[in-house]
């Protein structure tokens, strides 16, 4: 089975500057897929970004972008230049690839607040 | 072009009780997945359907039950409600089975046991 771990319950930092959060995951599988989603307090779990493992280019949206380190097991998430809105709870979560096996598994959330 | 729709929007049950949750998936998409999310916790997976039929079960007790309809909208069941099933119901729906696209999530029901 496979696990993902947020290991930064929660974490701050002031607006404008640049933050890091941070995932490990555990699979036997080669090929899978990596997600982040954001939850803000409107409860509605939206996705950040997608990497997929097979791709060696890192996954760039806009302000955020990942560091995939596929050996390492290591798919942290950067926001740049950080807003007042990006304050939401964000997961990490893995998912394997083929008929039946889409689920999701979610890692427990870092709580991310961006300080004016 | 409507997302993924979930009702109620929150419900107070007590033990013992049932209770049926509905999901709308949003426009073209197929696969409909559900997860429990207790406080302070990730999403954790129940179950998912696909052509009416539930294809993959997370681990969740029979207790936990569900549907999905020709027009792809989705129930989720739990008789005999325990306090621990107090929980934010996440609805996600996606264009599944073997196409490995992302899943989008709905606003969720938050379920109270008394």
């Known amino acids: 089975a496979q696990t993902v771990t947020q290991s930064q319950p929660e974490m701050s930092v002031q607006e404008a500057e640049t933050v890091t959060l941070s995932c490990t995951y555990d699979t036997s599988e080669s090929n899978y897929y990596l997600f982040w989603y954001k939850q803000p307090p409107s409860r509605q779990m939206i996705l950040v970004i997608r990497?997929?493992?097979?791709?060696?280019q890192n996954a760039t949206e806009n302000r955020f972008s990942v560091n995939f380190q596929k050996a390492a097991k290591s798919f942290s998430l950067k926001i740049s230049d950080s807003q007042l809105g990006d304050t939401a709870m964000y997961f990490c979560a893995f998912m394997k690839p083929g008929f039946g096996n889409e689920k999701l598994t979610f890692g427990t959330g870092t709580r991310l607040t961006i300080i004016p | 072009d409507a997302g993924v729709t979930q009702s109620p929007t929150h419900l107070i049950k007590t033990r013992g009780q049932q209770v049926t949750l509905r999901c709308s998936p949003k426009s073209g998409h197929d696969t409909v997945s559900w997860y429990q999310q207790a406080l302070g916790q990730g999403p954790q997976f129940i179950f998912q359907?696909?052509?009416?039929?539930?294809?993959q079960r997370g681990n969740f007790p029979d207790r936990f039950s569900g549907h999905q309809y020709p027009n792809y909208s989705s129930e989720l069941n739990v008789n005999a409600l325990l306090l621990g099933d107090s929980a934010l119901y996440l609805c996600a729906s996606s264009l599944g089975q073997g196409r490995n696209q992302p899943q989008h999530f709905g606003d969720g029901t938050r379920l109270s046991i008394l």
């Open positions: 990497q997929e493992a097979y791709k060696q």
């Open positions: 359907y696909y052509e009416e039929e539930e294809r």
